[in-house]
T-cell receptor, first 113, second 109 residues
């Protein structure tokens, strides 16, 4: 069974819309991450967390909020979505911060019209 | 900060040929290296994790070479087959994990 699950898998919204992407992991990992994947850029880190209530800023945080409510659940919030945020979003978890393997979810395709 | 350059962005080979993907990095203190494979429409799966102390790492049908002097990491798929068609990403870790832009590999029968 999948250890990192994301929802929704596909989402279409309009400019200015409000979007929440959800991620749940059953790996008992401390670290969780949100990445966006864009052609020509690879994966870029938006936010990450090392535990419930913790939030760390990644490399491309502008326009995004995140919240880690439990060890299992990590949410990405776009409160005023813009077309530049059209992307494929991946959630991932890991036991260690930079030395461990990342376990990725299936991805959430977001289109902002 | 650390920069990771991955080449080529696209690669097309015939079945049975070898395919080589290369990443160069800038920080000599980088100590963990990763290759991930992303099949079409799927998530990223770890192909191999490489420690800075090991220069040659062999997997099932592929070899990963780490040249610390040249700060180059390469993935060599020997005798590629259509099932190898996917996007491949390198990732380099020093004080943060940096991904390459990816290589889209197409293996034609």
């Amino acid at each position: 069974e999948a250890a990192v699950t994301q929802s929704p898998r596909n989402k279409v919204t309009v400019t200015g819309g409000n979007v929440t992407l959800s991620c749940r992991q059953t790996n008992s990992h401390n670290y969780m991450y949100w990445y966006r994947q864009d052609t020509g850029h690879g994966l870029r880190l938006i936010h990450y967390s090392y535990g419930a209530g913790n939030l760390q800023i990644g490399d491309v945080p502008d326009g995004y909020k995140a919240t880690r409510t439990t060890q299992e659940d990590f949410f990405l919030l776009l409160e005023l979505a813009s077309p530049s945020q059209t992307s494929l979003y991946f959630c991932a978890s890991s036991e260690k911060r930079n030395t461990g393997q990342l376990y990725f979810g299936e991805g959430s395709k977001l289109t902002v019209l | 900060g650390e920069q990771v350059e991955q080449r080529p962005p696209h690669l097309s080979v015939r079945e049975g040929d070898s395919a080589v993907i290369t990443c160069t990095y800038t920080d000599p203190n980088s100590y963990y290296f990763f290759w991930y494979k992303q099949e079409p429409g799927a998530s990223l799966q770890l192909l191999m994790k490489v420690f800075s102390s090991t220069e040659i790492n062999e997997g099932q049908g592929f070899t990963v070479l780490l040249n610390k002097k040249d700060k180059r990491l390469s993935l060599n798929l020997t005798a590629a087959h259509p099932g190898d068609s996917a996007a491949y990403f390198c990732a380099v870790s020093v004080n943060k994990l940096i991904f390459g832009i990816g290589t889209l590999l197409s293996v034609k029968p």
